[in-house]
C-alpha cells in the first residue's frame, strides 16, 4: 500500500488503521472458510467412511469370516484413512486453538496395559521383544484424559515398532512422586530401533516432518506433534534421547489427581449389553449408515424403526411411541434440527422428555450451539463405534424407566457380550450326532473347570509353562466358538505374567472365572436340552400312533 507523501499524520494513522481492519477481517473470514471446508470435507469423507468402518466390524463378528485376510486388508485401510482424516482434523483442531481434555476417572493399568496389547500382534510378527513394565504403587483410579494419553502412547509405540527392525521394544510406566492428592507418573517408550540423526531431533516433532519415505515407514508426519500439543495441554511435553542405529527413547511426566477406585461391574465395557423391549426411531437418509446402526440395535435386542428423513420421523412418532431417537442432522425434506423442534413441541408433550440424540459427521464444536438450540438431549459424532453407540444409549435410558427392564432382564453383569445363542446353533449344527455334540460340551465344560481352578493361582505364582498350558488347551475351541471376552482375558492374563500387578492380577483373575462359570453353566444347559430331544425322539418312536391303529 502506498500512501502520498502530502498526507497528513493524522490522515495516514486513519488510513492505516483502515488497513489494519480490513486485513483481519479478510483473515478471519479466510480462517472461517477454512474451518467450514474442512468441517465439510470431513462430513463428506467421514459418512463413507463409517458406513465402511461399521461393516467391516459387523462381517469381522460373522464366524464366517475369522480368518478372512480380504476383511483384514480391508479393516486396515479404512483404520488408516479414518486416522489420517482424524489427524489432519485435530491438526486444524490444535492450529485454531480448539484442542481441548475431557477429563474423566480411569484405570491408568487398563489404559496402557490395553494400549499395549493391541499392538502386541504388530510387535511379534516383526519379532520384537515387546515388553510392559507398570509400578505396581500406581494409584489404580486417577483423573485425566484418558483418551487423549492413550492416543499419546499409542502413537510412540506404534512409531517405535514401525522403525525397529530388530530387537525390542518397551513400554514402561513409573511412579515419580507420590503426593497426597496427586501423582506424578513417567512413561518411556524405548525401542532399539534405527535412531534419529542428531540434526533430525527437534525436526521430529513439526508437523509434516517424516525422516524416511520408504515403503513401510511412512506415514503422515503429524503423530509426534500432535502428541506434543496434547501434553502441551496437559503441563508436560516429550523428551527423546537418541542415536542413530542405536535406538530412540521418548518420554514425558504428567501429573494426575488421585480417585476413588471404581467398582468392577462400573467399567462401561462390562455393561450388559441388552436393549430388549426398548423402542428405537433411527432417522438417517445415507442406507448404509442405516443398516449399520439398526445391525447393532437389533444384535442387542431392541425394536427398531427406519425414517428416511425428518418429516418421515414425525409422521412415525406421531403415529406410535419410541423410547429414544437417533437423529442423522443433515437430510433431505427436513433436517435434524427441524425435525427435533417439532417433536419437543408436539401436543400432549409426547416427545418434550424423550432421549433424541444427533448423529453427526460434522466437527463436534461447530454444532454444538445449534444442537443445544434444537432441544437434543444429546450428540454423537460419527464414525463411532459400537460400545459408543451402546453406551449413548444406555445412558439416556438409565435416566427412565426403560433401563430398568433392560437392565434386569438379565440379571447378570457384564455377560451379555458373550452370544450363546449363536454358540448354541453352532454346537447344534456342526456335530453329526446329538451324542458327539454332548461329549464335546462336556470335555469342553471340564476343560474350563480346571481353567477356572488353577488360573488365579498359577498367575499368581508367575508360572509361565503351567500358565500357557493351561491355557492353550482351550484356546482353539474358545476362538472357533467366539467366546471373545473370556480369550481377551486370558490373553491379558499373559501380560499380567510378565509384569506382576497384584491388584491387576485379582481383577483379571476374578473375570476369568466369572467368564468360565457362565460358560459351564451354559454348557450344562445345552447337554440337559440334547438329553431331553434325544428322549423326545426315543418316545417318539417308541409310543405307536394309535389313529393309524384304528
Ligand atoms: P509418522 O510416523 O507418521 O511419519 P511422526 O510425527 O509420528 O510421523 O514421526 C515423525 C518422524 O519421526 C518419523 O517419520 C521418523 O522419521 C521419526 N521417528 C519417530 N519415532 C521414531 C522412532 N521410534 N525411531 C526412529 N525414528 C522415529
Redesign the pocket.
Known amino acids: 500500500m502506498v500512501i502520498p507523501k502530502e498526507t497528513s499524520n493524522e490522515n495516514r494513522i486513519q488510513i492505516l488503521e483502515q488497513e489494519v481492519f480490513r486485513l483481519t477481517e479478510a483473515s478471519i473470514e479466510a480462517l472461517r472458510q477454512k474451518d467450514v471446508f474442512i468441517s465439510t470435507i470431513s462430513h463428506e469423507v467421514r459418512t463413507p467412511l463409517n458406513a465402511i468402518v461399521g461393516i467391516a466390524h459387523l462381517l469381522e463378528q460373522d464366524a464366517a469370516f475369522h480368518n478372512d485376510n480380504r476383511l483384514k486388508i480391508l479393516k486396515f485401510s479404512a483404520d488408516n484413512l479414518l486416522r489420517l482424516f482424524s489427524d489432519l482434523l485435530e491438526l486444524s483442531k490444535i492450529e485454531s486453538g480448539r484442542l481441548s481434555l475431557n477429563i474423566s476417572d480411569f484405570s491408568i493399568y487398563e489404559l496402557t496395559s490395553n494400549t499395549f496389547s493391541a499392538l502386541e500382534l504388530q510387535a511379534t510378527q516383526k519379532g520384537l521383544a515387546y515388553e510392559f513394565v507398570f509400578d505396581s504403587k500406581i494409584s489404580p483410579v486417577l483423573r485425566g484424559d484418558a483418551t487423549r494419553l492413550g492416543q499419546v502412547i499409542n ?1 510412540l509405540l506404534t ?2 515398532i ?2 525397529t527392525p530388530k530387537g525390542s521394544v518397551r513400554l514402561e510406566v513409573i511412579l515419580l512422586q507420590d503426593y497426597e492428592k496427586e501423582q506424578l507418573i513417567r512413561f518411556i517408550v524405548s ?1 532399539t ?4 540423526e542428531e540434526e533430525n531431533q527437534k525436526k ?1 516433532f513439526e508437523n509434516f ?4 519415505r520408504v515403503a513401510g515407514l ?8 500432535i502428541s506434543q500439543s496434547i501434553l502441551k495441554l496437559m503441563g508436560s511435553h516429550i523428551r527423546l534421547k ?1 542415536a542413530p542405529g542405536q535406538g ?1 527413547e ?1 518420554s514425558f511426566d504428567i501429573k494426575l489427581l488421585k480417585a476413588e477406585p471404581l467398582s468392577l461391574n462400573q467399567t462401561s465395557s462390562e455393561q450388559p449389553q441388552n436393549l430388549s423391549g426398548v423402542k428405537i426411531l433411527v432417522v438417517e437418509d445415507h442406507k448404509a449408515s442405516q443398516f449399520i446402526v439398526k445391525s447393532f440395535l437389533n444384535k442387542w435386542k431392541a425394536s427398531v424403526t427406519l425414517a428416511d428423513n425428518g418429516l418421515q420421523a414425525l409422521e412415525f412418532a406421531v403415529r406410535d411411541h419410541y423410547d429414544l431417537i437417533l437423529m442423522d442432522l443433515q437430510m433431505p425434506v427436513m433436517d435434524g434440527y427441524e425435525a427435533t423442534e417439532a417433536l419437543r413441541k408436539l401436543e400432549g408433550g409426547k416427545y418434550t422428555h424423550t432421549p433424541i440424540i444427533a448423529l453427526t459427521a460434522m466437527n463436534v464444536s461447530d454444532v454444538k450451539e445449534k444442537i443445544v438450540a434444537a432441544n437434543f438431549s444429546d450428540i454423537l459424532p460419527k464414525p463411532f463405534k459400537p460400545d459408543e453407540l451402546y453406551r449413548t444409549v444406555m445412558a439416556h435410558l438409565s435416566q427412565s424407566s426403560i433401563a430398568g427392564r433392560a437392565v434386569h432382564s438379565e440379571g447378570i453383569p457384564y455377560l451379555e457380550k458373550i452370544d450363546f445363542q449363536s454358540i448354541h446353533s453352532m454346537i447344534v449344527s456342526f456335530f453329526v450326532t446329538q451324542s458327539m455334540a454332548m461329549e464335546f460340551c462336556k470335555t469342553l465344560a471340564e476343560d474350563l473347570r480346571e481353567l477356572k481352578t488353577n488360573y488365579r493361582n498359577t498367575l499368581l505364582a508367575n508360572d509361565e509353562t503351567t500358565f500357557k498350558g493351561l491355557i492353550d488347551k482351550t484356546h482353539a475351541v474358545l476362538k472357533w466358538l467366539g467366546i471373545r471376552p473370556l480369550l481377551d482375558e486370558t490373553q491379558r492374563g499373559k501380560i499380567l505374567l510378565r509384569q506382576p500387578h497384584s491388584q491387576a492380577i485379582q481383577d483379571n483373575a476374578l473375570k476369568v472365572e466369572f467368564y468360565c462359570d457362565r460358560v459351564v453353566s451354559f454348557l450344562n444347559e445345552v447337554v440337559e436340552s440334547l438329553k431331553k430331544r434325544e428322549l423326545q425322539k426315543v418316545a417318539h418312536h417308541a409310543v405307536p400312533n394309535y389313529s393309524e391303529l384304528t
Open positions: 502413537n512409531n517405535a514401525k522403525f525401542d530401533g534405527i535412531g534419529i521430529v516432518f517424516q525422516g524416511y511412512s506415514g503422515t508426519g503429524l503423530g509426534l506433534g537418541s530412540s521418548f
